[in-house]
């Protein structure tokens, strides 16, 4: 459905979320749309675990192809850890993706918990292409996107067994972001997000941090910034998990690939001088 310019200004509030908007709305890059044509679970977030080295050996005409089904295989492994921490989940539960991209995990959530995914995203080219994979699988009953704003969603108050961010945090303020979660959760509502943050034992943003804010017109927060926004909006952790060197193999193999985008070099960088952490954070609403 097209939105009206006004329909558009109540979405997307600022010059910096028009900005950033504007990005998803061109994003077309073969590392998100070939990884995802494996299997139709398109992600925008990235992979964790170790790759089978034999996808490099073989016949040089297939190995392109063995890379993309491998990186594909991280990243679909990253949103299974993920929603193996959202807790019991039951078919007549709601859950919220959030930041949801072209709609991946929230396809993965329905499939596992059987219940209803909302997804919002302030690119609309992201909700039409998401809401075309549900309807393509069958699953737009339950499962359905929206041109929405994570800041102030609109949804019903308490009417959310569970949300998650995968990867979508560093795009806004947290403690706007916690708040409008606490409304949205029903009490022991689950929250997980994971996301990469700069480390403040090392200080602030390390050049190789800054390289990847530019390269996505991100702000990456620091670590703390997360747990001083969760409390003060009533999310208590129950498990921190820090997936730094779970998420290397996958970027050492990005780097590898035909479909290197340019910010491998900074991520690596990033992770292995240790200014930067690829975190799990799950914490429940009270
Ligand atoms: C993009 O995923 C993810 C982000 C922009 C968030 C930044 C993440 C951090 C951990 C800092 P993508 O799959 O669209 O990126 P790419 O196109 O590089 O694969
Ligand atoms: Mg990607």
Same mark, same amino acid.
């Given at each position: 459905?097209?939105?009206?310019? !006004?329909?558009?200004?109540?979405? $997307? ?13 061109? !994003? ?5 749309? @070939? +990884? ?18 034999? $996808? ?13 089904? !491998? ?36 396809? *993965? ?6 219940? @209803? ?6 690119? =609309?080219?992201?909700? =039409? ?20 704003? *994570? %800041?102030?969603? /609109? %949804? ?13 945090? *560093? ?5 706007? +972001?916690?708040? =409008?979660?606490?409304?949205?959760? $029903? ?8 996301? /990469? ?25 620091? @670590? ?10 009533? %999310? ?31 991520? %690596? ?10 975190? +799990? ?6």
């Amino acid at each position: 459905m097209a939105m009206t310019p !006004e329909t558009s200004a109540r979405v $997307v509030r600022t010059a910096y979320q028009q900005a950033v908007a504007e990005y998803w709305n061109k !994003e077309k890059d073969p590392v998100n749309l @070939r +990884l995802g044509d494996v299997d139709g679970l398109y992600h925008h977030h990235y992979g964790i675990g170790d790759w089978d080295p034999s $996808v490099l050996e073989g016949p040089e005409e297939t190995r392109d192809e063995r890379i993309v089904e !491998e990186m594909h295989r991280l990243e679909s492994a990253q949103a299974d850890v993920l929603l193996d921490h959202l807790g019991t989940v039951a078919p007549n539960h709601r859950l919220l993706d959030a930041g949801c991209g072209r709609g991946g995990t929230s396809i *993965m959530a329905n499939q596992r918990f059987g219940c @209803r995914v909302d997804g919002v995203s302030i690119s =609309e080219s992201q909700v =039409e292409f998401a809401n075309d994979q549900a309807r393509r699988r069958g699953v737009d009953a339950k499962v359905a996107y929206h041109f929405r704003n *994570m %800041l102030d969603t /609109g %949804l019903p108050s308490g009417a959310f067994q569970g949300i998650w961010n995968n990867e979508s945090t *560093m795009y806004v303020d947290l403690f706007q +972001l916690f708040s =409008e979660y606490s409304r949205l959760l $029903v009490h022991g509502g689950r929250y997980v997000c994971i996301t /990469g943050c700069y480390n403040d034992v090392t200080g602030g943003r390390s050049k190789a941090v800054s390289r990847i804010d530019e390269h996505y017109t991100c702000n990456i927060h620091s @670590r703390s910034a997360y747990f001083k926004a969760l409390a003060a909006n009533g %999310l208590v952790p129950i498990n921190v998990i820090d997936l730094t060197a779970a998420t290397i193999p996958y970027w050492e193999l990005r780097a590898r690939s035909s479909l290197a985008t340019g910010i491998e070099d900074p991520f %690596l960088t990033a992770y292995r001088e240790g200014s930067f952490h690829y975190l +799990l954070i799950a914490a429940d609403s009270v």
